[in-house]
């Protein structure tokens, strides 16, 4: 997940991404221009790399796909059950389910907990991706409640 906070380290947390994964480009509050200027940077780098490039906002060219609560997103943000099952109703492949733990995005939000979210998504059948507070020992811990991968911000920083 990109964010505005990181600013330069973006490029760095970038090369931190494992094979495989993807980017949940954001930068929600970035101005338009400066906002495709980096994207675009973004996209070079996922494609060298192999990662999946998904787009949250107002769509991009040379995404794979959107995050967001959006028909036919591939994947989809959910805190609770209606939202998770409304995922499934619009089409998304991948459920995104936040916040396990406490996280620096959402100061002082309460974490629903890794069991909880499990449950919630179990009931859509698309793969669970967890979201909060995550780092990779934290996956190790959640991993056996059928999350598929993880997502993060801070984790790919340090």
């Known amino acids: 997940m990109t964010d505005e906070r990181v600013g330069e380290a ?3 947390m970038l090369m931190r991404v494992p094979p495989g994964g993807g980017v949940v480009f954001r930068h929600h509050a970035t101005p338009a ?5 980096i ?9 060298a790399r192999g990662l999946m490039l998904l787009v949250a906002g107002a769509p991009l060219p040379g995404a794979d796909g959107r995050h967001g609560r959006v028909r036919g997103a591939v994947s989809w943000p959910a805190h609770d059950r209606a939202e998770a ?6 089409g998304a492949r991948l459920l995104m389910l936040s916040p396990v733990f406490p996280t620096r995005s959402h100061p002082g939000a309460a974490a ?14 698309l793969p669970m991706i967890a979201l909060g507070g995550m780092t990779a020992r934290r996956f190790r811990r959640v991993r056996g409640l059928g999350f598929a991968g993880w997502a993060a911000i801070d984790a790919w920083g340090g």
């Open 10 to 12: 973006l490029w760095q």
């Open 112 to 125: 629903a907990g890794a069991a909880r979210l499990a449950r919630i998504g179990r009931d859509t059948g």
């Open 39 to 47: 994207f675009a940077r973004v996209r070079r780098i996922a494609r």
């Open 33 to 37: 221009a400066e906002r495709r200027r």
């Open 85 to 90: 099952l409304a995922a499934r109703r619009k």
